[in-house]
T-cell receptor, first 115, second 113 residues
């Protein structure tokens, strides 16, 4: 079975550039989560969707970050303009339900470096 | 907000011993608690889930306990192997339908031969 697919795996860009991260959740999953992981702060939830609708975006750091889910099989996380402090590993995860009963399935992440 | 503490950032044990990792939480009583494994360069992978009305759950060499009075979960790996070396994360929810999981910082386990 195909898991959660993220692209690109690595992204290196200069400060001020627009960055777009992509995610394809597991088919049939109706929840999608975007996380950021750093050594300092661990795994932080940025935003999550239920049936393509954003439910909680309180973890989005600031207005430079935006996320969309135009359909059940695709989501993007965009940073514009990017800053060096945005450097981190960004994970996308999906789950079959929104409760704690079902596990979250993670992609292998996008390692983002902003120079 | 929910605060989750995992006992230490790193744990080193000898092969064959039992590894015990701790997850403590405050402020809320979760309905479910989950444990994940994360290898370098990979996303977290689900291992076990335990409900608040369960005291213990086992899966092969893994055992998880959940003490809602102490607000603590223990994760045990028996007969540990070098292949068990990874970072282990605990995560919990608030028992609501909001779907959010709160993750601990993780404990990096190293099993040496």
């Amino acid at each position: 079975d195909a898991g959660v697919i993220q692209s690109p795996r690595h992204e290196v860009t200069e400060m001020g550039q627009e960055v777009t991260l992509r995610c394809k959740p597991i088919s049939g999953h109706d929840y999608l989560f975007w996380y950021r992981q750093t050594m300092m702060r661990g795994l932080e939830l940025l935003i999550y969707f239920n049936n393509n609708v954003p439910i909680d975006d309180s973890g989005m750091p600031e207005d430079r970050f935006s996320a969309k889910m135009p359909n059940a099989s695709f989501s993007t996380l965009k940073i514009q303009p990017s800053e060096p402090r945005d450097s981190a590993v960004y994970f996308c995860a999906s789950s079959a339900t929104g409760t704690g009963v079902q596990p979250q399935h993670f992609g292998d992440g996008t390692r983002l470096s902003i120079l | 907000s929910q605060k989750i503490e995992q006992n230490s950032e790193a744990l080193n044990i000898q092969e064959g011993k039992t590894a015990t990792l701790t997850c403590n939480y405050t402020n809320y009583s979760p309905a479910y608690l989950q444990w994940y494994r994360q290898d370098p360069g990979r996303g977290p992978v689900f291992l076990l889930l335990i409900r608040e009305n369960e005291k213990e759950k086992r899966k092969e060499r893994l055992k998880v306990t959940f003490d809602t009075t102490l607000k603590q979960s223990l994760f045990h790996i028996t007969a540990s192997q070098p292949a068990d070396s990874a970072t282990y994360l605990c995560a919990l929810d608030r028992g609501s339908t909001l779907g959010r999981l709160y993750f601990g910082r993780g404990t990096q386990l190293t099993v040496w031969p």
